[in-house]
């Protein structure tokens, strides 16, 4: 597609359920990241993938926080046991190569995750 | 304290009238800035990114960054109602790693 595609949009959890996140970088981008943005907050790094780099986890909150990536493709993001400070706009991105090196970071729409 | 501080707003300027975006940041070792425009439930895009002092300018957006103060700021020129939406500036801390602002958001009134 054109742009990073993430599913479900939206998504409603009951808490104690875990969650999946889909993200799906824009073709031939070796570089992917994923962000928290919690209302009226800016966006927390949560992980980043560089090819079949070990990717750098050093955001991700807690141990219930977990990510996967095929490749250079598809990435998901999994919530076990979701709290309700689990709530918010989960955001993939991804770019060409190191955005210090001038290349774009490309966000898709984000996944709205409710934990009632 | 936070790493990169945005007044939240909301900004509400007439059509046409110059918009002044500051964003502060509390750690000068990294030189690399950007500035991400985010409409409603949508994912923020990339306006401009700019390395160490100085201006860049791009059409009606000029990024400056002033390293001895620790500001950057974003300039909207000839505002339009299509610039409404909430800026988000953010400053390198590692080579693919990026502290966030909250963001301000702009309201420009036709």
């Known amino acids: 597609g054109a742009g990073v595609s993430q599913s479900p949009s939206n998504k409603v959890t009951e808490k104690g359920k875990d969650v999946e996140l889909r993200c799906d970088p824009i073709?031939?981008?070796?570089?992917l990241y994923w962000y928290r943005q919690r209302l009226g907050q800016g966006l927390e790094f949560l992980i980043y993938?560089?090819?079949?780099?070990?990717?750098?986890k050093s955001g991700l909150p807690s141990d219930r926080f977990s990510a996967e990536r095929t490749g250079e493709s598809v990435s998901t993001l999994t919530i076990q046991r979701t709290q309700q400070e689990d709530s918010a706009v989960y955001l993939c991105?991804?770019?060409?190569?190191?955005?210090?090196?001038?290349?774009?970071?490309?966000f898709g729409e984000g996944s709205w995750l409710t934990v009632v | 304290q936070k790493e990169v501080e945005q007044d939240p707003g909301p900004l509400s300027v007439p059509e046409g009238a110059i918009v002044s975006l500051n964003c502060t940041y509390s750690?000068?070792?990294?030189?690399?800035f950007m500035w991400y425009r985010q409409y409603s439930r949508k994912g923020p895009e990339l306006l401009m990114y700019?390395?160490?002092?100085g201006n860049k300018e791009d059409g009606r957006f000029t990024a400056q960054v002033d390293k001895s103060s620790k500001y950057i700021s974003l300039f909207i020129r000839d505002s339009q109602p299509s610039d409404s939406a909430t800026y988000l500036c953010?400053?390198?801390?590692?080579?693919?790693?990026?502290?966030f602002g909250s963001g301000t958001k702009l309201n420009v009134k036709p």
């Open positions: 700019t390395y160490s002092s």
């Open positions: 073709s031939g981008h070796t570089a």
């Open positions: 991105a991804s770019s060409l190569g190191q955005p210090t090196s001038g290349n774009t970071i490309y």
């Open positions: 953010a400053r390198e801390y590692n080579f693919n790693k990026f502290y």
């Open positions: 993938f560089q090819g079949n780099s070990a990717p750098d």
């Open positions: 750690n000068s070792a990294f030189q690399y």
